[in-house]
């Protein structure tokens, strides 16, 4: 081949590379275009692990997307107040929210579902009844009347049952009992003669309980609880938080938002949630442990519901969620699928984690760990 017929062969083939390239690029474009949304989140930054949930969401979708995904987070009462979190997505005055279900059960008592319900879901079975059961199609088809698109997006494990200032033995010591305390919960404890309080605010629980302006609050658990420095004006910390088995926390996006997004940005996003849903579990499970010896240290004791406590509560629930589902087939529906689920789940869950983890348990309390 001569000189000039390559150099002209070579030229064509470039003019064609670059043809290509020019249609190719308005292709990319458009399937990755510069998107930012705001996220406001239900949580203080103080309190790093449970806030924590959304700082993943939008690293993650960023490094996903190349950064052309790009997510604000704001913390509570940063631009809308906490628990307006839901109310706001719903409005599109902000694309996304981090926040609980179950802080607007007041509008629907199905929302409640969504976190947490008193004796529902301990964390492994809550993620395996959202991700592998009907929970995420059963939830989105209620948030969709409301305007969102809801994936978990993070999970405390099961909580403590939270503070008291006096020792509680029997029912009777919970009566006129003043508690902050969230959710459906409130409902149900009220039964057993407790005066729930659910409009304090996260930082105001140490300067209610230590004013007597409640007798009794509960949060998550020690990390948590330690940062807010409870111990330090109640003594008695109970257990188990059996209105909070495995309390998901849910990534919130105005459904017209969401189904506007490019398919590789949805399942950017759901990939991130799905990492934040996992992270928060972790992260607990890891502080737990030493916040909890340090708040012994402090004077605190430990104390487990007793049985008639526990007993008369679950009774309690059990009627209520019959009340609620008799006027709200939304909430029947999907109670009714969740027990379903439950009752055979535990057939296996007490063959393996239980037996396991029991002995384990006696292992370490004899020293051998």
Known sequence: MDRRSFIRKAGAIGAGAAASSALAAPAIA??????????????????????GGIDDIASHV?????????????????????????????????????????????????????????????????NAWFYQGSGN????????????????????????????????????????????????????????GVVPQQEIATADLYSALDKGTIDACEWVGPYDDLKLGLQKVAKFYYYP????????????????KWNGLPKNYQAALTDACAFANTNMLAKYDVKNPPALKEIVTEGVTLRPFSQ???????????????????????????????????????????LSEYTFDTFMMIQQRAGKL
């Open 308 to 350: 008639e406590i526990m007993e008369a509560c679950f009774q309690a629930a059990t009627v209520i969620y019959a009340d609620i589902s008799k006027s709200n087939a939304s909430f029947k529906k999907i109670y009714d699928n969740q027990v379903a689920y439950k009752k055979e789940a535990y057939l296996w869950m007490q």
């Open 137 to 192: 199609a059963l939830m989105n088809e209620f948030y969709a009347t409301q305007g969102i698109y809801g994936l978990p997006a993070g999970n405390t494990g099961v909580q403590m049952g939270g503070w008291f200032r006096k020792e509680i033995n029997t029912l009777d010591d919970l009566k006129g009992l003043k508690m902050r305390i969230s959710g459906l919960a409130g409902s149900v404890i009220a039964k057993v």
């Open 30 to 51: 458009q399937e990755n275009p510069k998107i930012t949304w705001r996220m406001t989140s239900s949580f203080p930054k103080t309190l790093d692990t449970i806030y």
């Open 241 to 256: 938080g059996w209105w909070e088995g495995g309390t998901v926390i849910h990534a919130f996006f105005n459904l017209e």
């Open 62 to 126: 960023s490094t996903a997307t190349g950064g052309n995904f790009t997510i604000q987070t704001f913390e509570a009462g940063e631009i809308i107040p906490g628990l307006q979190a839901a109310d706001a997505v719903s409005a599109g005055t902000v694309e996304a929210a981090h926040t609980c279900s179950y802080y607007f059960w007041n509008k629907d008592p199905t929302y409640a579902i969504g976190t947490t319900i008193p004796f529902g879901l301990n964390a492994r079975l809550s």
